[in-house]
């Protein structure tokens, strides 16, 4: 049964910072893996989605990793914003029935 | 804007009553799944659908049960509702490539309070 893991469960950094969130899973079968963006009572928002055969994909100041033999995804966000502040989750797409497996998430905030 | 819509936005039930939160998946997709999100929590996948079947299931009981349409949009059913049910609840469309190129599109979700 995949398990997704994230930590730190909460950060709090002040505007400008670099930051890295982190992601581990159990099952290296997975097809993809994405990372996405919760606002307070909000639904999902797709920030990028990694495909199993890459090692990593970039969105503007985002950039994520992915290490299948480790078991492991970051998410590195650059510059930070007040804007950024939310919840993010990584998500595995596990092979056979293509169903996601979520993490907890990291609540962010960037302070002005 | 991702093109899948749920309604309704927001439901407020008392326990042993039943709900119907329903699904409108983005054109062209024929693959539908739902998840519970608890407060603080991560998604849950409940179940899956595929061209009007069930393509999967989560560990959920039996009293949450789905359809899916002709049309591919989907009902969520929950029976007998429990305290622990409040939850948001999101669906997700996509077109089942079942791949690495498999993109789940999220709906906005509908909170759910039972009290």
């Known amino acids: 049964k995949q398990e997704v893991t994230q930590i730190p469960a909460a950060l709090s950094v002040p505007e400008g910072e670099n930051l890295v969130l982190n992601c581990s899973f159990t099952?290296?079968?997975?097809?993809?893996l994405q990372w996405f963006r919760q606002d307070p009572g909000k639904g999902l928002t797709s920030l990028l989605l990694?495909?199993?055969?890459?090692r990593e994909q970039t969105s503007g100041r985002l950039n994520a990793s992915l290490d299948k033999s480790s078991g492991r995804s970051t998410l590195y966000i650059a510059a930070s914003q007040p804007g950024d502040s939310a919840t993010y989750l990584c998500?595995?797409?596990?092979?056979?029935?293509?169903?996601?497996?979520f993490g907890k998430g990291t609540m962010l905030l960037v302070s002005p | 804007e991702t093109g899948v819509t749920q309604s309704p936005t927001h439901l407020i039930k008392t326990r042993g009553q039943q709900v119907t939160l329903r699904c409108s998946s983005q054109?062209?997709?024929?693959?539908v799944s739902w998840y519970q999100q608890a407060l603080g929590q991560g998604p849950q996948f409940i179940f899956q659908y595929y061209r009007e079947e069930e393509n999967g299931r989560g560990n959920f009981p039996p009293r949450f049960s789905g359809l899916q349409f002709p049309n591919y949009s989907s009902e969520l059913n929950v029976n007998a509702l429990e305290l622990d049910d409040s939850a948001l609840y999101l669906c997700?469309?996509?077109?089942?490539?079942?791949?690495?190129?498999?993109?789940?599109?999220f709906g906005p979700g509908t909170r759910l309070l039972v009290l």
């Open positions: 998500a595995a797409l596990n092979s056979g029935y293509s169903t996601l497996t």
């Open positions: 099952d290296s079968a997975i097809y993809n």
């Open positions: 997700a469309s996509s077109l089942g490539l079942a791949g690495p190129k498999e993109t789940q599109y």
């Open positions: 990694i495909q199993s055969s890459q």
């Open positions: 054109s062209g997709h024929n693959t």
